[in-house]
């Protein structure tokens, strides 16, 4: 980063000068009231003790501010939260799924449906087709797609999807996922009939797309999912699709066991170094620590030593060019 100096006095002038003057910064909304919201509803917030929202969301770095994509919302659960929380000083986007089948049909209606019975909660929410055109090229801070590739490998539209999220995001924006965990040393069915997905084939292929894993959470693990159900994910809550059968069974094992992974799209830096050929990854061990401090770490420049006076302070550019407007 470039480097000017001032002395000591100049910083503190300055320093004291923005200080004494009062903030005019639009008051910001908290996380955790947007979840608390009694507007939520009620089937919602009884999935907060597998979702887990306000370490979820923490985890992948969301700020009220930015602008967010989710993919595919299905009944809300994420909107709920989203869409008031972003309403003051962020956007909200929400991409459904394109076609003219019956069921992307029943989505659209439903989100229609559910934005148009409290718009004063969600604010002016942007409705859009899951695509390369679901908004402007590098224009999105955070894309969420949580529980979708699954269904993007039963029906062949991964690399487009992924393609199209990679256009969308800006760089060094953030791509967070999740999916239902499928065992490591499993074969992966290509077409995850049983919705379940191994971590690190899901991995694989988002690098595959240009992306950088920063970090991996165990925020949706259950112990209790043995993953070997007659329909698959779909056996367990909230879609129990053996009805009334063993209902009590599967009511205690609750929601799938779940990977969420952070990736980002990578500035075009020209000094970074190129990924490494794509191959496919070891099985994860029982425990996926993070990643983020590895990846820092790589990112680091080495130490440059610089000569300068000993009663003068380094003060990096972009805060110089604020403190000097601010003694002006």
Not at 290 to 319: G, L
Request: aromatic share 8%.
């Amino acid at each position: 980063m470039a480097q000017s100096f001032v002395t000591r006095r100049q910083f503190a002038a300055g320093l004291a000068v923005s200080l004494a003057r009062p903030s005019t910064a639009l008051a910001l909304p908290s996380l955790a009231a947007a979840i608390a919201s009694p507007l939520r509803s009620p089937k919602n917030i009884a999935r907060d003790r597998y979702r887990h929202p306000l370490q979820t969301l923490e985890f992948f770095g969301l700020r009220p501010t930015q602008t967010v994509l989710e993919i595919d919302p299905g009944a809300g659960y994420w909107t709920e939260i989203l869409a008031p929380y972003l309403k003051p000083a962020g956007r909200y986007i929400a991409a459904l799924p394109a076609g003219a089948s019956p069921e992307s049909t029943r989505a659209w209606h439903f989100f229609l449906a559910k934005l148009a019975a409290t718009p004063s909660a969600y604010g002016a929410v942007t409705v859009t087709t899951l695509g390369p055109t679901m908004a402007p090229p590098a224009s999105v801070d955070l894309v969420l797609c949580m529980r979708n590739l699954h269904d993007w490998m039963a029906e062949g539209t991964t690399a487009q999807n992924l393609a199209a999220i990679h256009t969308v995001l800006k760089p060094g924006g953030i791509f967070a996922i999740e999916d239902h965990r499928a065992p490591p040393t499993a074969p992966q069915d290509p077409l995850a009939k049983s919705g379940y997905v191994r971590q690190d084939f899901a991995q694989n292929l988002i690098q595959k797309a240009g992306f950088r894993l920063l970090a991996t959470s165990n925020l949706g693990a259950n112990p209790l999912d043995t993953k070997t159900y007659p329909k698959g994910v779909w056996t367990l809550p909230p879609t129990l699709a053996l009805g009334p059968t063993d209902r009590a069974k599967y009511l205690a094992i609750g929601e799938s066991d779940r990977w969420t992974m952070k990736f980002i799209k990578p500035w075009l830096n020209p000094r970074e170094p190129a990924q490494p050929p794509y191959a496919p990854a070891p099985p994860p061990p029982a425990a996926y620590p993070t990643s983020a401090a590895a990846h820092q770490e790589s990112r680091r420049e080495p130490h440059r030593p610089r000569h300068k006076p000993k009663n003068y302070v380094d003060i990096p550019k972009f805060a110089l060019v604020t403190l000097r407007a601010h003694i002006a």
